[in-house]
């Protein structure tokens, strides 16, 4: 039983983290001086934000999950070397953005991804 909902946790969590990804994945890497989903312009609009009770795909809350939080954090990257993080200039041509689940407060999972900015051409 209690792997089960530890399973259950851990998946309800992966899906939660899943969501702000495609969200993410939407939005441009650096500031288009419009709003282009909510209230959020670019990527680095979701530097520490946190969403309780969670966001669905259609960015809108999801109240069965109430004691959830969605935490985001957008690092900008080093482009000769990934693993490290620079500080945050919002023109740099490479961020990681990191989601940090919880449940009840307590950490259950994080998944962090690398986006690049588009090429000016």
């Keep these: 039983t209690t792997a089960n909902i530890s399973?259950?946790?851990?998946?309800?969590?992966?899906?939660?983290?899943?969501?702000?990804?495609?969200?993410?994945?939407?939005?441009?890497?650096?500031?288009?001086?419009?709003?282009?989903i909510g209230p959020y312009r670019d990527v680095w609009d979701l530097n520490g934000v946190s969403f309780s009770p969670p966001?669905?795909?259609?960015?809108l809350p999801i109240s069965d999950y109430a004691d959830w939080t969605q935490q985001?954090?957008?690092?900008?990257?080093d482009n000769k070397s990934v693993g490290a993080t620079v500080g945050n200039d919002r023109s740099?041509?490479?961020?990681?953005?990191?989601?940090?689940?919880?449940?009840?407060g307590h950490y259950v999972y994080a998944?962090?991804?690398?986006?690049?900015?588009?090429d000016p051409l």
Excluded at 7 to 36: C, F, M, R, W, Y
Excluded at 72 to 77: E, F, G, P
Excluded at 92 to 104: D, E, F, G, K, N
Excluded at 111 to 118: F, G, I
Aim: hydrophobic share 40%; no cysteine; charged share 15%.
């Design 72 to 77: 985001v954090r957008v690092q900008t990257v």
């Design 55 to 59: 966001i669905d795909g259609g960015r």
């Design 7 to 36: 399973g259950n946790e851990l998946t309800t969590a992966v899906n939660l983290a899943g969501t702000i990804h495609e969200i993410a994945l939407g939005l441009p890497s650096t500031d288009p001086q419009k709003s282009v």
């Design 92 to 104: 740099a041509p490479m961020a990681r953005l990191t989601v940090t689940i919880y449940h009840h």
């Design 111 to 118: 998944q962090s991804w690398l986006m690049a900015a588009e």
